[in-house]
């Protein structure tokens, strides 16, 4: 074989591998995206939820689903969760034991471990996942990380349903800061401080309000 035979084979290989995990990476988002959640999940979540209606309910499932959608588009990277009551669906998913280990399987390749929900806080590794969380719901939802105008629902369903003890954001403070005696003002963790000293680095954002060669926000 000749060094061009050679190389043209080769190049021939690179292409075809990456059309093939082109193809099954959006085999795996059709697949979460329209997943049904075992028979008796959403009753778990009553349960521990009685306030919330069905319609509620099936929004903490889509939450979750923006989760499971997160972790794929990461490519292997570690991402946080940020609401409380999608955290609590997914623990309620894993005793699902059979139903969770093939939904996995199907949708990532491998397990899926769980991981607690976190706010922004000290820990670098936690404070890294939550911002590359914060990042692909925005792109998932054609909103831009650095200047958003609304939230994610994966960050707005703990405000939106009045989770007990849940975490809650906004777009941006200034609004709030105004009304400092306001108890939901408390614990509100802001959106323009996921940027933080250092952007968003390997997410393709700087916390200038430029891009470090990222896609954006532009789906998937």
């Given at each position: 074989?000749t060094m061009v035979a050679f190389f043209v084979a080769f190049m021939a290989f690179i292409i075809a591998g990456g059309l093939y995990q082109a193809l099954q990476r959006m085999r795996r988002t059709e697949f979460i995206r329209t997943y049904s959640f075992p028979?008796?999940?959403?009753?778990?979540?009553?349960?521990?939820?009685?306030?919330?209606?069905?319609?509620?309910?099936?929004?903490?499932?889509?939450?979750?689903?923006?989760?499971?959608?997160?972790?794929?588009?990461?490519?292997?990277?570690?991402?946080?969760?940020?609401?409380?009551?999608?955290?609590?669906?997914?623990?309620?998913?894993?005793?699902?034991?059979?139903?969770?280990?093939?939904?996995?399987?199907?949708?990532?390749?491998?397990?899926?471990?769980?991981?607690?929900?976190?706010?922004?806080?000290?820990?670098?590794?936690?404070?890294?996942?939550?911002?590359?969380?914060?990042?692909?719901?925005?792109?998932?939802?054609?909103?831009?990380?650095?200047?958003?105008?609304?939230?994610?629902?994966?960050?707005?369903?703990?405000?939106?349903?009045?989770?007990?003890?849940?975490?809650?954001?906004?777009?941006?403070?200034?609004?709030?800061?105004?009304?400092?005696?306001?108890?939901?003002?408390?614990?509100?963790?802001?959106?323009?401080?996921?940027?933080?000293?250092?952007?968003?680095?390997?997410?393709?954002?700087?916390?200038?309000?430029?891009?470090?060669?990222?896609?954006?926000?532009?789906?998937?």
């Open positions: 074989m028979q008796g999940l959403l009753a778990r979540l009553a349960a521990k939820y009685p306030d919330l209606t069905l319609k509620q309910q099936q929004l903490v499932a889509r939450g979750l689903r923006k989760f499971f959608l997160c972790n794929l588009m990461a490519k292997g990277e570690f991402v946080s969760m940020p609401s409380k009551v999608v955290d609590d669906l997914w623990h309620e998913f894993i005793l699902f034991t059979k139903h969770y280990d093939a939904f996995c399987k199907k949708a990532f390749g491998k397990f899926l471990h769980h991981t607690p929900a976190v706010v922004l806080g000290s820990q670098s590794v936690a404070n890294q996942g939550l911002r590359r969380t914060w990042v692909l719901a925005c792109r998932d939802e054609t909103i831009h990380p650095l200047t958003p105008s609304r939230l994610p629902l994966l960050f707005a369903l703990d405000s939106k349903l009045n989770i007990e003890n849940g975490f809650r954001y906004a777009p941006d403070c200034d609004a709030l800061r105004d009304k400092p005696g306001d108890a939901n003002t408390l614990s509100v963790t802001c959106a323009t401080e996921f940027g933080g000293s250092g952007g968003f680095g390997d997410l393709g954002f700087s916390s200038d309000g430029g891009s470090d060669g990222g896609s954006g926000c532009g789906g998937e």
